[in-house]
């Protein structure tokens, strides 16, 4: 069982940075590969980053590759997103998951986040240019 606790979320202009924390509890957290999803009003959820268990292997959505970059430290059983050169349209609830597969396997579920193992609740981005 894994428990899932985003934080860092705010108010930022465009152009602006923030990071995005997400804190696990349970003992098996390294054992999972870990994915960023985001969710803007009226839109469907889209992946946003994805990243294996060892941090070794990353992957990015389109959208956000060379602005956005996650990383985890085990020892802490946390995942990162750091976001820099935000946009409007990165406005969005961001989401983290966990899942027993790999960061591969998560950048590529249809539809997006389909089938992760554990999910947080989220934490708001708003963008405003």
């Known amino acids: 069982q894994v428990q899932l606790v985003e934080s860092g979320g705010g108010l930022v202009q465009a152009g602006g940075s923030l990071r995005l924390s997400c804190a696990a509890s349970?003992?098996?957290?390294?054992?999972?590969?870990m994915g960023w999803f985001r969710q803007a009003p009226g839109k469907e959820r889209e992946f946003v980053a994805a990243i294996s268990w060892n941090g070794g292997i990353t992957y990015y959505a389109d959208s956000v590759r060379g602005r956005f970059t996650i990383s985890r430290d085990n020892a802490k059983n946390t995942v990162y997103l750091q976001m820099n050169i935000l946009k409007p349209e990165d406005t969005a609830v961001y989401y983290c998951?966990?899942?027993?597969?790999?960061?591969?396997?998560?950048?590529?579920?249809?539809?997006?986040?389909?089938?992760?193992?554990?999910w947080g609740k989220g934490t708001l981005v708003t963008v405003s240019s």
């Open positions: 998951a966990a899942d027993g597969t790999t960061a591969q396997a998560i950048s590529i579920k249809s539809p997006a986040g389909h089938g992760m193992d554990y």
């Open positions: 349970g003992r098996s957290f390294r054992s999972y590969a």
